[in-house]
């Protein structure tokens, strides 16, 4: 991902959003997203970025932007661990089913077996039904971790998937 594909991936990810989290988040919420401040947030992370986070983008003919991954190492508050952390992996709604996420989530698990992480972690919202049962396809599993964050004063659980990385991909 470059600095010139930051409004493309702010429109993926924002359109993601409204489209995977309808039910799930407060529509307000997702009605209220802006594709303009989440391009400007993506420009000063690339800008001042230490390298550590991956941003690809998956292009289709003709070059427009199929869907946007991000990953890098573990967060788990200040405890930093050898795991890596899938971020984000997004399409736009009309590119689900067409084989853009799982062509980006094998990107990123090569990538992340290359450096010799030992697993991979996510997090994914409870009730998102379709997107655990594409992570359950790729290999993934909920390892019984589980926490919540707040949009718009409603609690929205999220559940922790693990895979594996020994003996690479």
Not at 4 to 23: L, N, P, S
Not at 34 to 41: N, S
Not at 94 to 113: D, N, P, S
Request: glycine letters at 12%; charged letters at 30%; a negative charge.
């Amino acid at each position: 991902m470059t600095a010139d594909d930051c409004e493309a991936v702010a429109g993926i990810r924002t359109r993601g959003w409204q489209h995977a989290y309808r039910g799930l988040v407060p529509q307000p919420y997702l009605d209220g997203l802006d594709a303009g401040a989440d391009a400007e947030r993506h420009r000063a992370r690339l800008a001042d970025g230490d390298g550590t986070v991956v941003n690809l983008v998956a292009e289709a003919d003709g070059g427009e932007l199929a869907g946007w991954a991000a990953f890098g190492p573990y967060r788990d508050g200040d405890v930093r661990t050898e795991d890596a952390e899938l971020y984000a992996l997004y399409l736009p709604p009309e590119r689900i089913g067409q084989g853009v996420a799982r062509t980006l989530l094998t990107e990123v698990t090569h990538r992340c077996a290359a450096a010799d992480h030992p697993r991979i972690r996510l997090w994914v919202l409870g009730g998102n039904a379709r997107a655990r049962r594409f992570y359950e396809r790729a290999g993934f599993g909920a390892d019984g971790a589980e926490e919540s964050f707040e949009v718009d004063g409603v609690v929205v659980p999220e559940v922790r998937y693990t895979k594996e990385l020994t003996g690479r991909p």
